[in-house]
């Protein structure tokens, strides 16, 4: 599924949703930087029932868009 703003609210609560729905037992997001958005997503997951440790987060802003 594709987000404009993944590291935003209603995105953490739509993932949330998405999690419940779909009984997923894993969750990758490519987005901005883990550094200041990891801790975020690894709540949302929590929050859902989901390990958060369960997560990975692919930094492609960092380590793709900006370096073109």
């Not at 993944?6 to 609560?13: E, F, K, L, Q, Y």
């Not at 990758?28 to 990891?38: I, K, L, N, Q, Y």
Request: hydrophobic fraction near 35%; proline fraction near 4%; charged fraction near 25%.
């Amino acid at each position: 599924e594709e987000n404009l703003y993944t590291c935003s609210a209603d995105t953490n609560v739509h993932i949330a949703d998405m999690i419940k729905e779909h009984d997923l037992n894993r969750v990758v997001v490519a987005s901005c930087t883990p550094r200041t958005h990891e801790p975020l997503f690894r709540d949302t997951l929590r929050e859902a029932g989901l390990n958060p440790y369960l997560f990975e987060m692919a930094n492609i802003r960092d380590q793709c868009s900006w370096v073109h």
